[in-house]
Nanobody, 114 residues
Framework: QVQLVESGGGLVQPGGSLRLSCVGSGISFSSYRLGWYRQVTGKQREFVADIHSGGYTRYADSVEGRFSISRDNDKNAAYLELNSLKPEDTAVYYC????????WGQGTQVTVSS
């Protein structure tokens, strides 16, 4: 059974930082493209960032320069460093692993508010 478990979300003030983690079981992350998406209630889930098995990274324009994605295949984990957070970054953040199939975590809430 494949499981992806996110953690690290919370309430942070504008300009603050968070580090999200995603730990997988049931699959080996090393051969998967790993990504982060986010969703606001009533809106579509949107792409945030991903990292390919070889280390190539992509970011949404809205987070470029503020967020950083990384992976640790030995720990079967992916991370998303969120810096210079803005209120519009408030969302549930989901981890995903993609190869022939796509797997999702349950999400972790990030709230940016003063």
């Amino acid at each position: 059974q494949v499981q992806l478990v996110e953690s690290g979300g919370g309430l942070v003030q504008p300009g603050g930082s968070l580090r999200l983690s995603c730990v997988g079981s049931g699959i080996s992350f090393s051969s998967y493209r790993l990504g982060w998406y986010r969703q606001v209630t009533g809106k579509q889930r949107e792409f945030v960032a991903d990292i390919h098995s070889g280390g190539y990274t992509r970011y949404a324009d809205s987070v470029e320069g503020r967020f950083s994605i990384s992976r640790d295949n030995d720990k079967n984990a992916a991370y998303l460093e969120l810096n210079s957070l803005k209120p519009e970054d408030t969302a549930v953040y989901y981890c995903t692993a993609i190869r022939l199939s796509q797997f999702w975590g349950q999400g972790t809430q990030v709230t940016v508010s003063s």
